[in-house]
């Protein structure tokens, strides 16, 4: 049977099935990719091109990566899937004895799942049984920012941002929670009183909304550090400190997502680093298996574990079928004992310095708004949008290059083993299609 798709299977494609946030009636063009390997995607024309993308965020030592390849096949001759009711495997133990290890020492309880929205889902139900279990019902709803990105579960949906992310069309089946604005001080801010600005600007609206309402809440969730999705943000690292201070004083649970910032994208292993707290429960996702499965995972501490078991439940009251997928535990392990071995830092380190080197530069662009970098991300947002997202993915198609833009979001997140070469032909696509916004 040919790999190949054939013209029969595009109609299929275009008739029967629905792309992330397409339309089935008027989708736009999409690529048939035949292999990827390396930092590259091969089209099924012949093409090779960069993926900048990096397979929205997750992969991280490359496509068709010799190790995790091995990781996946060892595992398959022993065994695929079976349930983890009543059952552990070898693979299951050894990811979440890595995680715990990677993780500050407080963050030492794990739910495995088998998706990010999941993930975020499971730290909001483990807040929710928390303060349960602690006579505390009526902490029962949720703060967040602006600007913000949790996935597609409703759970998660409930958290992102309300403009963005058309809580609108679902009427009034979204959960009710919190917002506070977006915080504005951008991470590379060079203000000499930056934290007074952080305080004026981003955490009295934050503290005001949390000092009035922590009755009612059992957690915040955010994005650590850097605002994916929902608006391609990166904030100063004095806010999440001082949110981390405020979750303390008024006894709220700080669940962090890092879905799409843990594991090294941002420079640091975990994007809390950053601001030096540690929160109360994290999500991981992504990039967790190198992007060859889906899987994630939410951690906490133990004192929010045995809380919940003290609860009328005694337990935490959540399940899948799919819960510790040994497959995906397998290339999981392995792509973070790829991680543990350290050459990430170097490789993240090295693309974050050519991105200000060539990247930057950029915002000198009258199209461009502004350019922000932190880790292995590289954003440029523009001025004139929506932007044109299939004609600009044509361009950079013939410029080499697979990047996906947005609203008026032109961004990289590459593989961390893209050569700085490959680096160099996804900012030129970028650059030569600035003019013609
Ligand atoms: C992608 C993403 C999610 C959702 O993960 P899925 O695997 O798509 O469900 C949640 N939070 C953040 C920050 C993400 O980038």
């Not at 109609?11 to 029967?16: E, I, L, S």
């Not at 801010?189 to 059992?218: C, G, M, R, T």
């Not at 350290?342 to 009258?366: C, N, T, Y």
């Amino acid at each position: 049977m040919s790999i190949d798709i054939t013209p029969q299977d595009l109609d299929f494609d275009r008739n029967h099935i629905w792309h992330p946030y397409s339309s089935l009636t008027n989708p736009l063009k999409v690529y048939p990719v035949t292999s990827a390997d390396g930092s590259c995607l091969k089209l099924q024309d012949g093409r090779k091109i960069v993926d900048g993308m990096a397979s929205w965020w997750c992969v991280q030592h490359g496509y068709n990566n010799p190790r995790l390849n091995g990781a996946v096949t060892k595992q398959l001759g022993l065994v695929s899937h079976v349930m983890f009711g009543g059952i552990v495997h070898k693979p299951a133990v050894d990811l979440c004895k890595s995680l715990v290890n990677m993780l500050p020492d407080s963050l030492e309880c794990v739910v495995l799942a088998d998706s990010g929205s999941i993930a975020i889902d499971v730290g909001m139900k483990m807040a929710l049984q928390y303060y349960n279990a602690m006579k505390k019902p009526s902490k029962n709803k949720f703060l967040t920012i602006e600007k913000g990105f949790h996935g597609d579960a409703f759970g998660a949906l409930s958290i992102c941002d309300p403009n963005n992310s058309m809580h609108a069309l679902y009427g009034g089946f979204v959960p009710q929670n919190l917002f506070s604005k977006a915080p504005e001080v951008y991470f590379h801010n060079q203000d000499p009183n930056v934290k007074k600005l952080v305080e004026e600007l981003d955490v009295a609206p934050f503290a005001k909304l949390i000092q009035e309402n922590h009755e009612s809440l059992a957690g915040v969730v955010m994005e650590s550090m850097v605002q994916g999705a929902g608006g391609l943000r990166i904030y100063h690292p004095h806010f999440l400190k001082r949110v981390r201070e405020l979750c303390d004083e008024y006894d709220v649970l700080l669940i962090l997502d890092e879905i799409a910032t843990g594991l090294g994208r941002t420079g640091k292993l975990f994007a809390f680093e950053h601001a030096k707290i540690v929160p109360d429960i994290i999500c991981l996702g992504k990039a967790l298996t190198g992007g060859y499965m889906t899987l994630s995972a939410t951690v906490s501490t133990r004192e929010v574990s045995e809380g919940i078991c003290k609860g009328p439940a005694g337990r935490l009251m959540h399940g899948q079928t799919f819960m510790g997928n040994p497959l995906a535990c397998a290339v999981a392990n392995e792509n973070l004992a790829i991680l543990a071995e350290g050459m990430w830092k170097e490789q993240v380190s090295r693309i974050e310095k050519q991105l200000f080197e060539e990247l930057a530069p950029l915002a000198e662009h009258r199209n461009v708004a502004e350019v922000r970098i932190l880790g292995a991300i590289g954003i440029v947002e523009v001025n004139k949008y929506p932007v044109r997202v299939e004609e600009l993915q044509k361009r950079f198609i013939e410029a080499g290059a697979w990047i996906r833009p947005f609203n008026k979001w032109i961004y990289i997140y590459p593989i961390f083993t893209t050569s700085p070469d490959e680096i160099r032909v996804l900012i030129n696509a970028i650059a030569s299609v600035l003019d013609d916004l």
